[in-house]
């Protein structure tokens, strides 16, 4: 049997004998050496031990820096007086050095109260679950549960056919490529019309037009007025 199963050997309920045996094995334990302290007390004790060691670490500490000052101040002037000094301060720092043991070995103590605690209310808990997932699935008839997915699957099956169905559209339905043969048919007229209209505008001149200059000018006037005068000679001959 192993140790998980002796710790809750009292606790399972399994059998009436020996539950009974096992709480009498327990009052003739306790009669013998006494009601033993909870791991919640024996961790408050440790704590407390833990400070007490704490404050006396800081204490011995503060003397062995006071008794350092002492053997500098005294030096070569008392001699003896420094050495004294230096005396305690070994056995200060012996006994600081006992302390920090001690504490060492109340602190592994006390973690392992606290895992041992943390790990049998951890135990506990888990057993109060299984008993209640037992009890959850004695109200289950495991043969229903084939049908019960049957029918999920069913619902979820008619759940998807009523989603594709309201999903379709509404209307006459077109035939897309038709729609894009269409489109680019019209495209193309577009671009024929234009076309046509870049070919119907008039051709700009090639040739380079004559630069008017005022010599010529002053000379198609005089011929203008040459012509004047020859009409009104010949207005007057007639």
């Given amino acids: 049997m192993s140790k998980v199963s002796k710790l809750f050997k009292g606790t399972s309920g399994s059998s009436g004998s020996k539950s009974s045996s096992s709480s009498g094995s327990k009052s003739k334990h306790r009669s013998r050496s006494g009601a033993g302290p909870?791991?919640?007390?024996?961790?408050?004790r440790l704590r407390e031990t833990e400070a007490m060691l704490t404050k006396k670490q800081e204490y011995l500490e503060k003397k062995i820096e006071q008794e350092i000052m002492i053997a500098k101040k005294n030096g070569t002037k008392n001699k003896r007086a420094a050495l004294q000094a230096l005396k305690?301060?070994?056995r200060f720092e012996q006994q600081l050095t006992q302390i920090?043991?001690?504490?060492?070995?109340?602190?592994?103590?006390?973690?392992?109260?606290?895992?041992?605690?943390?790990?049998t209310e951890v135990l506990k808990?888990?057993?109060?679950?299984?008993?209640?997932?037992?009890?959850?699935?004695?109200?289950?008839?495991?043969?229903?549960?084939?049908?019960?997915?049957?029918?999920?699957?069913?619902q979820q099956e008619i759940a998807r056919e009523i989603s594709d169905a309201i999903s379709q559209p509404f209307?006459?339905?077109?035939?897309?490529?038709?729609?894009?043969?269409?489109?680019?048919?019209?495209?193309?007229?577009?671009?024929?019309?234009?076309?046509?209209?870049?070919?119907?505008?008039?051709?700009?001149?090639?040739?380079?037009?004559?630069?008017?200059?005022p010599?010529?000018?002053?000379t198609t006037k005089k011929r203008a007025e040459d012509e004047d005068d020859m009409k009104m000679l010949a207005a007057w001959a007639t």
């Fill in 100 to 119: 920090d043991g001690t504490l060492s070995t109340i602190e592994f103590q006390r973690e392992a109260l606290e895992n041992a605690n943390t790990n």
């Fill in 38 to 44: 909870s791991p919640q007390e024996a961790i408050h």
């Fill in 171 to 213: 209307g006459e339905e077109f035939d897309e490529d038709e729609l894009l043969a269409e489109l680019a048919e019209l495209e193309q007229e577009d671009l024929e019309e234009s076309m046509k209209k870049m070919s119907t505008l008039p051709s700009v001149p090639t040739t380079k037009l004559p630069s008017t200059r």
């Fill in 88 to 90: 305690r301060k070994k």
């Fill in 215 to 218: 010599s010529q000018r002053t």
């Fill in 125 to 154: 808990n888990m057993s109060y679950a299984a008993k209640a997932i037992k009890g959850v699935h004695q109200n289950i008839d495991l043969d229903n549960i084939d049908s019960l997915m049957a029918d999920i699957t069913e």
